[in-house]
């Protein structure tokens, strides 16, 4: 794709998963990847091992829900590299439970990583990137944020105002050449939705009945989406939300067998 071959690229939450899918495309379109980890410095490492030959790669540890830290990140970035072209907003975390027995401290947590963090991140990206004359922000929303499902009050409500901020901010920022859109994945095929349902939590039968497409998505797939919104391919595109959900958010009745 156009506009990404050579690019700084930062994505956080890159060490596995769709975060890592990310990190994958950008490689493979020729962008310097830094990928953002939490606590698990040994998926880091994993990560950094198995795509550095497909480019230049490397792996920060970044406590996301620390907001000195988030704003140290992006401009660590900017120093060593001398730019930020593309931030890839994408690390995330779920904590289930009803609304009414949801500890406040968890809410927080949540809307902290999730939410808070990618504002932090991209308004000191926006920084960097208006002295530059422009650059990319993609973050990662979720199917969550227009199909609603239980016990996810504070995952639903963070990804709903993802899709708030990246339109808010895109019409703040288009004047500075600096655009921000969103991907919002449905189920996709990784580590954390592998485990869910092997421990019950997601009923794979029950997703299927809802997707048009009738599989679960690849985090390559997710990647690709955004490599088109960060590339200058999608250089009018601006403060939108793409589902790449294989038609969730669309669907209507569940359907339980082939019509």
Same mark, same amino acid.
């Not at 198995?50 to 704003?71: F, K, R």
């Not at 189920?187 to 997703?207: A, C, W």
């Given at each position: 794709? +156009? ?7 930062? $994505? ?7 975060? +890592? ?10 962008? *310097?990847?830094?990928? $953002? ?36 990140? $992006?401009? #660590? ?11 890839? =907003? ?12 949801? +500890?406040?401290?968890?809410?927080? !947590? ?26 990319? %922000?993609?973050?990662? &929303? ?6 609603? *499902? &239980? ?8 990804? *709903?105002?993802? =899709? ?6 895109? $019409?703040?920022?288009?004047?500075? =050449?600096?655009? %921000? ?16 349902? #092997?421990?019950?939590? %997601?009923?794979?039968? =029950?997703?299927? !009945?809802?997707? @048009? ?24 595109? *601006? ?14 009745? @569940? ?5």
């Amino acid at each position: 794709m +156009k506009g990404i071959q050579g690019k700084i690229t930062l $994505v956080t939450g890159g060490t596995r998963g769709i975060g +890592k899918g990310i990190a994958k495309r950008f490689l493979e379109e020729g962008a *310097t990847v830094i990928i $953002v980890g939490g606590k698990n410095k040994e998926d880091a490492d994993h990560a950094v091992a198995e795509l550095s030959p497909l480019g230049p790669i490397e792996a920060m540890m970044v406590d996301l829900s620390d907001a000195a830290a988030v704003e140290k990140m $992006v401009d #660590d970035v900017a120093a060593k590299y001398g730019r930020i072209d593309i931030l890839v =907003n994408n690390a995330g975390i779920q904590i289930r439970q009803w609304a009414t027995e949801f +500890k406040l401290e968890d809410f927080d !947590k949540v809307i902290n990583v999730n939410m808070r963090a990618y504002y932090l991140a991209s308004r000191t990206a926006a920084r960097h990137m208006k002295e530059q004359g422009g650059g990319s %922000i993609v973050c990662i &929303s979720s199917g969550n944020s227009q199909c609603y *499902t &239980s016990q996810r009050s504070a995952y639903n409500i963070s990804k *709903t105002a993802v =899709n708030g901020l990246v339109a808010t901010l895109g $019409v703040e920022w288009a004047r500075f =050449n600096i655009r %921000i859109n969103a991907v919002a994945p449905g189920y996709v095929m990784t580590e954390m939705i592998q485990k869910g349902i #092997d421990d019950g939590i %997601i009923d794979i039968e =029950n997703i299927m !009945k809802v997707i @048009p497409m009738k599989r679960l998505l690849l985090p390559e797939e997710i990647g690709s989406t955004v490599a088109f919104l960060a590339s200058d391919e999608a250089s009018g595109i *601006t403060g939108q939300t793409i589902f790449t959900d294989g038609g969730w958010s669309k669907a209507g009745l @569940p359907e339980s067998k082939d019509l």
